[in-house]
Nanobody
Framework: QVQLVESGGGLVQAGGSLRLSCAAS????????MAWFRQAPGKEREFVAT???????SYADSVKGRFTISRDNAKNTVYLQMNSLKPEDTAVYYC??????????WGQGTQVTVSL
């Protein structure tokens, strides 16, 4: 049974930082492409960042230069370091895992709220 468990969300002031973690179990983590998505109230879920098994990553334009995705295959964990946070980054952040172009497994989400 595959499980993805996010943590690290919370309330932060604009300009601050947070680090999200996603611990995976029940899969061969190193073989999976991992990603972060987010969903703000009243909006559709959107892509944030992804990393392949080798560790390289790509980002949505809205977070490029502020967010960094990384993974520790020994700990079966993917991270999202978020710096220079803006109120528009407020959303529920989801971790996802997949082996191709789609994502097969999703976490339950963690709330990130950025205040002025």
């Amino acid at each position: 049974q595959v499980q993805l468990v996010e943590s690290g969300g919370g309330l932060v002031q604009a300009g601050g930082s947070l680090r999200l973690s996603c611990a995976a179990s029940g899969l061969t983590f190193s073989r999976y492409r991992m990603a972060w998505f987010r969903q703000a109230p009243g909006k559709e879920r959107e892509f944030v960042a992804t990393t392949w098994s080798g560790g390289s990553g790509s980002y949505a334009d809205s977070v490029k230069g502020r967010f960094t995705i990384s993974r520790d295959n020994a700990k079966n964990t993917v991270y999202l370091q978020m710096n220079s946070l803006k109120p528009e980054d407020t959303a529920v952040y989801y971790c996802a895992a997949g082996m191709g172009l789609t994502f097969d497994y999703w976490g339950q989400g963690t709330q990130v709220t950025v205040s002025l």
